[in-house]
């Protein structure tokens, strides 16, 4: 209920609605099966969802829009549906274009009969300069019958049929290049569909079935990202020409982040090329990377549908993100201690317990909620060396939930050894000016951790026209240190996120099992990276 009501509030910012809404509203989804959804996607998902079933109880239409399938498959159809449900969208109608292979055979087939569309074997290259300079193709006034002909050699796959493709006769030299003649159907024999297999030999092209099959399922607005702008009066020809039910356009900005690639294309070449452990990699701006690095979908959900229906795009910055998660997390996440193994610097307690024992202590100090954990005490510490080297003999520290006490003694410099403390707990804990972690050696099992912190995986905020962008990959984004963490710890489960005192929230990738250490990844609080 809290998540609807953050929803709902967000969606105040909302009130640019639709129009012509009296009559119901059914919007769609269409992602492609080519790759995992991406926090872009999810954009485009969270406002679908958001018009169809949070403002107009209208219905969300999830439509795989799958008629490339040198690009597509299974794996990624069936990632788009549990990634959706993960962020609680839940679509009235599951539709694949590829179920509209026949209709949509026959809706080109009409285009040619009526001399809306012409088949054309002009070289990829000088069709993209023709289009560029205005001229027309030499194909263009082809008669019906060579068209059909050519069409029917382009069902059969045969060598005339691949070297063709179909275009809509909309104009040669219309100032929006969108509308000279664009492509419409164009043959791929190489890979089987992952759901047709065999059966079609040519395809239809985006621009050509989404304004059909929109129209056929009774999409009442055509929610599109404003690259596709130029796109709508094709769109709307498309309807036109073939007289079909009309079709809402309501454009919204894309989403984009700095130092980020949201293209499916570049994320299937980072995994392909091992840079990333897979898709749900935390450092992929996947849904499950930013799931897997700490993100919390309410607050992912929270976040994107606040940036409103702005059509300007921008740059975002990761800081806004992650502050967004921190809100969220912080007041609920379990605080542990740890020492980071290289750092840790051994502490006698001259005047400690000479039996160990274990305290319950509260695992967040202001919400008791989350509940309580043990805190062992003894004579046998591990510091951490970057807190030791900054202490005096003789002063007076703190050791957070246990008391004050004083530094008698330093061994060794620069790396200290080890230290010998008093414990002076009649001491203010007011008044010391280092409060330092520690943890007991005795009385406890340690557990061992992998901590990791990540970088982002380019290295430029953005890049300039002309840049490779592969160039930019951040080779460095990886860093792993070995840690040593309290008992508690050992409780843990996969996802949960936890706060590591004094040095930040972690999500537990692996919890610590048969002796194994735990795997925990670093979450971005919006402050620093
Ligand atoms: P890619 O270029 O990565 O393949 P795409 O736009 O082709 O992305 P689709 O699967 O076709 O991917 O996209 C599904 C929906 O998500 C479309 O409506 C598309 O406009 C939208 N979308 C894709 N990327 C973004 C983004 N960065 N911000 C907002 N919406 C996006
Ligand atoms: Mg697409
Ligand atoms: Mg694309």
Redesign the pocket.
């Known amino acids: 209920r809290a998540k609807k009501a953050a929803l709902s509030k967000a969606g105040a910012s909302y009130n640019m609605g639709l129009q012509d809404t009296e009559k119901g509203v059914v919007t769609r989804?269409?992602?492609?099966?080519?790759?995992y959804?991406?926090?872009?996607?999810a954009?485009?998902?969270l406002l679908n969802d958001y018009f169809a079933h949070e403002l107009y109880k209208g219905t969300l239409l999830l439509r795989f829009?799958d008629t490339n399938p040198s690009k597509e498959k299974q794996e990624f159809q069936d990632a788009i549906v549990e990634d959706l449900a993960l962020m609680g969208i839940r679509p009235d109608k599951t539709s694949y274009t590829s179920d509209f292979l026949q209709t949509l055979y026959e809706y080109c087939m009409r285009m040619i009969k009526e001399g809306h569309a012409y088949a054309d074997d002009t070289e990829q290259e000088t069709m993209r300069d023709e289009r560029m300079k205005g001229i027309a193709s030499k194909n263009r006034d082809n008669s019906v019958e060579q068209n059909l002909a050519v069409f029917e050699e382009m069902k059969n796959g045969t060598e005339t049929g691949l070297k063709n493709c179909i275009r809509a006769k909309m104009s040669v030299d219309n100032p929006n290049k969108a509308m000279r003649d664009p492509v419409i159907y164009r043959c791929n024999v190489d890979t089987p569909h992952h759901r047709t297999g065999k059966t079609w030999k040519m395809y239809p092209t985006?621009d050509f079935a989404c304004p059909i099959v929109d129209s056929l399922e009774g999409v009442t607005h055509a929610?599109?990202?404003t690259?596709?702008t130029d796109r709508n009066p094709q769109y709307q020809w498309f309807l036109d020409t073939l007289k079909l039910r009309q079709v809402h356009m309501w454009d919204?900005?894309?989403?984009?982040f700095i130092r980020t690639e949201?293209?499916?294309?570049?994320?299937t070449k980072l995994v392909e090329a091992g840079t990333v452990w897979g898709w749900d990699d935390p450092r992929m701006p996947t849904i499950r990377g930013v799931r897997r690095r700490g993100m919390t979908i309410s607050a992912l959900r929270d976040f994107i549908l606040k940036q409103g229906p702005s059509r300007n795009i921008v740059t975002m910055d990761w800081t806004n993100f992650w502050a967004s998660n921190k809100k969220e997390i912080d007041p609920i996440a379990p605080r542990h201690t740890s020492v980071d193994v290289i750092n840790a610097v051994k502490a006698v307690v001259i005047n400690g317990p000479d039996k160990p024992y274990t305290e319950d202590k509260p695992k967040h100090a202001k919400n008791p909620a989350v509940g309580t954990k043990k805190v062992a005490f003894s004579k046998n510490l591990i510091l951490d060396q970057e807190d030791v080297k900054l202490f005096q003999e003789g002063e007076e520290i703190t050791l957070m939930s246990w008391g004050n006490a004083f530094v008698r003694k330093i061994n060794g410099s620069n790396p200290i050894t080890d230290i010998e403390l008093e414990l002076h707990l009649e001491g203010d804990v007011k008044k010391t000016e280092k409060k330092v972690t520690w943890l007991s050696v005795d009385g406890q099992d340690l557990v061992k951790a992998d901590v990791y912190e990540f970088d982002y995986l380019m290295s430029k905020d953005k890049l300039d026209e002309g840049d490779n962008w592969e160039d930019f990959v951040n080779p460095d984004n990886c860093f792993k240190v070995d840690a040593l963490c309290d008992s508690n710890a050992n409780d843990l489960k996969e996802h949960d996120i936890i706060q590591l005192e004094r040095k930040g929230y972690f999500r537990v990738d692996k919890p610590a099992k048969d002796n194994q250490g735990m795997v925990l990844f670093g979450i971005p609080t919006g402050k620093s990276k």
């Open positions: 989804f269409p992602p492609e099966p080519s790759g959804l991406h926090i872009g996607h954009k485009a998902a829009d985006y929610l599109r990202t690259e596709y919204f900005a894309r989403m984009n949201l293209s499916k294309r570049k994320l």
